[in-house]
């Protein structure tokens, strides 16, 4: 009989989950917490950054320190739909079809650099992150729980890329960005590799958090107390980006579940069991920053995403 995880244990499981992580990628500790958050929230996360900010290495980390099953898939422009859902495939002792299951049959897929393989792939992953399910040969198909999709991008290659359609897009929960580090922690992350620190092999890191914990963690932040002004807060905040002149389209009611979900997620892994606006700036552009459509002038004039959501958080009024 499985032991009930307590929410304290949760909670201490996944603090030391964001230590674990730590050991293997230095100065990122804002990424490590919105994987751990999208967990909380089942709920799938973008990063973004230029190449060698340790994008896949954090996803490794995290899926080494996890006792989850992972998958790994190398997104490539000649990627097919099937090779990532799984197909029909003819058993010749049977004489008959039988579905062999796909990578994303896993409890975390990392979709390694998703925007180099074509829209049809793509669109292939958009019912298994919105229903958890795979629907081939007149069946549906569950996939594991939980499950959750983990995708890199390069944000600055066009050459041989596929921009994410906004339908998928919108089914990131967070889309998180990985700068380049500071310039203490680029010398620790160089200390480590004189030492020894191998990327590729992380033996070192130990399983300390499982399903259990990550369910229990996910009933207490349901069950996180959310005051009526900050719930109108949310509201607020994405309906002012709808307003904005430098954006075509704005933050929809999907977007305001996301924020809201996330800043439970983060108040709870405070060890908090009340929401503050606090929470909500917090989270406000990781959740947001994928769901503004900027108008192309704005652009050209070098308006950001981050930067109409700053406007916005300054202008709109804060609950106390």
Not at 134 to 149: H, K, M, N
Request: charged residues 20%.
């Amino acid at each position: 009989m499985t032991a009930v995880v307590t929410t304290e244990e949760a909670r201490t499981a996944l603090v030391a989950l964001r230590a674990e992580i730590g050991k293997a990628v230095v100065g990122n500790d804002a990424a490590v917490t919105s994987l751990i958050l999208a967990l909380l929230c089942k709920g799938h996360v973008l990063l973004e950054g230029v190449p060698g900010v340790a994008k896949t290495l954090l996803v490794r980390a995290l899926a080494r320190a996890l006792d989850l099953s992972t998958t790994r898939v190398q997104f490539t422009p000649d990627l097919m739909p099937g090779d990532l859902t799984g197909s029909l495939v003819y058993d010749s002792h049977n004489a008959a079809f039988s579905f062999r299951e796909g990578p994303v049959f896993t409890n975390l897929l990392l979709a390694d650099e998703i925007n180099r393989t074509p829209p049809k792939t793509q669109s292939a992953l958009l019912e298994a992150m919105e229903e958890r399910q795979v629907s081939a040969d007149g069946r549906t198909r569950p996939l594991p729980a939980p499950f959750i999709v983990v995708a890199t991008q390069n944000p600055v290659e066009y050459e041989g890329t596929y921009p994410l359609p906004e339908a998928q897009l919108d089914r990131f929960l967070l889309k998180v960005t990985m700068p380049i580090p500071a310039r203490e922690h680029e010398i620790d992350v160089l200390t480590r590799h004189a030492s020894g620190f191998d990327p590729r092999d992380l033996s070192s890191l130990s399983p300390v958090a499982n399903a259990a914990h990550l369910e229990a963690g996910t009933a207490a932040v349901r069950a996180l107390t959310v005051a009526p002004e900050v719930i109108a807060y949310v509201v607020d905040v994405c309906r002012a980006t709808r307003q904005s002149p430098a954006v075509r389209l704005g933050v929809s009611p999907r977007g305001a579940t996301a924020l809201l979900a996330a800043a439970r997620a983060w108040a709870w892994l405070s060890g908090r069991d009340y929401v503050t606006p606090d929470d909500v700036k917090a989270l406000a552009r990781p959740a947001l920053r994928h769901r503004l459509e900027l108008r192309p002038e704005a652009e050209l004039e070098g308006v950001t995403a981050d930067g109409v959501l700053d406007g916005v958080l300054g202008a709109v009024q804060v609950p106390r």
